[in-house]
């Protein structure tokens, strides 16, 4: 199964990399395709922001296509490339789920830990790309306000672990509104996402390969 890495333009700076595009339609903005997730393909948009104007220490914002499930990885001046933070964002996005999905307690720890399995069975490769869907762009923007306005209420430098997905499993449990095909569509991110791992999991599904290698079983983190 595809990890799709989208990355902002900030982002694509700071790792002093050049990114692939995607594809443009004729007479489409280049850079601004809209992303989404399927059987074969999850999607995250990925954005960098200063914590403060010129500060060393940054923070990360990863935002899902579909679900809007958003989550932080706090950075300081640690340089990565673009292979060592994309093996980073395939393990971080399923820590943030497993806090998120404990906090909503839409399910209950065996089944956490059994869902995990099934996810270990499937074989995530990171393809990075340089682009900015638009659409996700706004609650990107809500998420960078959240860090900076606690960083600042805190007196704090950088968000510490704890901190990070204290902030994200609320803002996932928040209602998000977004437009489909001129309809509006409410949902909450971890039960959109975490309906979406189910499916992405479930024995029909394309991207499961049955592995039965237990050796990279992600724990729960307590």
Not at 22 to 44: D, F, H, M, R
Not at 126 to 136: R, V
């Amino acid at each position: 199964m595809q990890l799709q890495l989208s990355g902002s333009n900030a982002l694509n700076k700071w790792l002093k990399a050049d990114l692939p595009r995607l594809p443009t339609e004729q007479g489409k903005q280049a850079g601004v395709n809209k992303l989404s997730s399927n059987a074969v393909t999850i999607s995250w948009q990925v954005h960098l922001i200063e914590n403060r104007y010129r500060s060393v220490e940054k923070t990360l914002i990863v935002c899902e296509a579909n679900s809007r499930f958003t989550y932080f990885i706090p950075l300081n001046r640690m340089i990565f490339t673009p292979d060592e933070l994309a093996e980073k964002l395939k393990m971080e996005w399923q820590f943030a789920f497993v806090e998120a999905l404990e906090e909503s307690r839409l399910i209950g720890h065996y089944d956490i830990a059994t869902l995990l399995l099934k996810l270990n069975d499937i074989e995530f490769t990171p393809q990075w790309i340089k682009n900015t869907d638009l659409s996700i762009n706004g609650h990107i923007a809500d998420a960078a306000q959240w860090v900076t306005q606690t960083l600042d209420d805190r007196h704090l430098d950088r968000l510490s672990q704890p901190l990070a997905f204290e902030i994200s499993s609320y803002i996932n449990a928040q209602t998000k509104s977004i437009k489909v095909n001129h309809q509006k569509q409410r949902f909450i991110p971890i039960e959109r996402l975490f309906a979406y791992v189910q499916d992405i999991t479930s024995p029909n599904s394309t991207s499961n390969d049955q592995s039965d290698d237990m050796s990279h079983v992600i724990p729960l983190r307590r």
